[in-house]
């Protein structure tokens, strides 16, 4: 592929991939802008591609293109969609990225905590105390919603009920707030016949405004923990991969889970790259392994020969160990 195109959000997501010829990146020193908006998918994000897309092409005309959201290549212009590349089809990305589907489906198949379906208008503390019957704290979810925006702590003293009964009008999944519990994610690689499973990353959570924001990842802290623990993560990873391969899924995603007292419940499906996913990428680059894209581009090309195998990544301390990274926030971070 001798012009791939990086399009993404951030400069950082690429830092360590030397696979591509250019990118399209909104947080970029190539894009100089006086003011940026926080949450960027939406139509802004889809027009600004776009345009660079077919600036690209214009001298580029075989360039393709890879995004680190997979959805973004179905909110472009149709005539631009034969350029891209590692693209599933939409309906199935439509079903991964729905977090009530989710939930429920892998609760089939590994521990999720309860959690109750409600529209916004109808959401109380007594509807709460009566359905899930645990403490008086708890996690509120938009169905769609990305690096914490749209996930909301709910308790008796915050206010947060009334701002989510008032400005929003649709279904939230509400679960338990379980305390001091270890937010975890997973990487993997979904092959036609293989699978590859990247070591879990403890995910920097921060409460900001009632909101649980993603701060940054940390893959050094998890070789701390019990065998049996990461074992678990590993089994539960595995589970859910499978059966996701099966749908016919391919290319690079990710699990999120949480971790309680020594319990590990699903969170939700990423089919995309992970805003830790660069730190992967300078660990496979250390070690002259093959990166994610081009480990992505052999999965949708049903390519067998990569130089990354399972076997070689089932612990947490091989490869990873001396990255020891924190991302400043995931989305003003620019110029990396």
């Known amino acids: 592929m001798e012009y791939l195109v990086w399009v993404g959000p951030r400069d950082a997501d690429w830092k360590y991939d030397a696979s591509f010829s250019d990118t399209i990146c909104y947080y970029s020193k190539n894009n100089i802008m006086p003011e940026r908006k926080a949450n960027i998918y939406g139509n802004i994000f889809n027009r600004f591609v776009e345009d660079r897309m077919k600036h690209i092409l214009e001298k580029h005309p075989n360039a393709k293109f890879m995004f680190y959201n997979q959805k973004i290549a179905y909110f472009i212009d149709k005539s631009l969609r034969k350029y891209t590349v590692c693209v599933n089809e939409k309906i199935l990305l439509d079903l991964l990225d729905d977090k009530v589907y989710m939930r429920y489906w892998a609760g089939n198949y590994v521990p999720v905590l309860p959690s109750l379906l409600t529209d916004s208008k109808s959401l109380s503390f007594e509807q709460l105390h009566e359905k899930l019957d645990q403490g008086n704290e708890f996690i509120v979810q938009r169905n769609h919603s990305s690096g914490g925006f749209g996930t909301f702590y709910l308790n008796s003293q915050n206010r947060m009920l009334q701002d989510l009964k008032g400005n929003y009008n649709e279904l939230f999944i509400v679960s338990p707030y379980v305390k001091n519990n270890i ?154």
């Open 183 to 336: 937010p975890i994610n997973i990487t993997a690689i979904i092959m036609k016949e293989d699978l590859i499973i990247f070591p879990p990353s403890l995910q920097i959570i921060s409460l900001v405004e009632n909101q649980l924001i993603y701060q940054g990842s940390d893959f050094f802290a998890t070789q701390y923990f019990p065998d049996e623990l990461r074992k678990k993560i590993f089994r539960y990873s595995l589970n859910l991969l499978k059966r996701i391969q099966k749908l016919g899924y391919l290319g690079i995603i990710g699990i999120d889970f949480i971790v309680s007292g020594g319990q590990v419940y699903f969170q939700e499906i990423n089919p995309r790259y992970q805003a830790s996913s660069f730190l992967i990428n300078a660990a496979l680059t250390d070690h002259r392994l093959t990166n994610l894209s081009m480990l992505n581009i052999a999965a949708f090309s049903h390519n067998t020969d990569y130089s990354v195998k399972e076997k070689k990544l089932k612990s947490a301390t091989v490869f990873i160990k001396k990255y020891i990274f924190k991302i400043i926030s995931t989305y003003t971070i620019c110029g990396i």
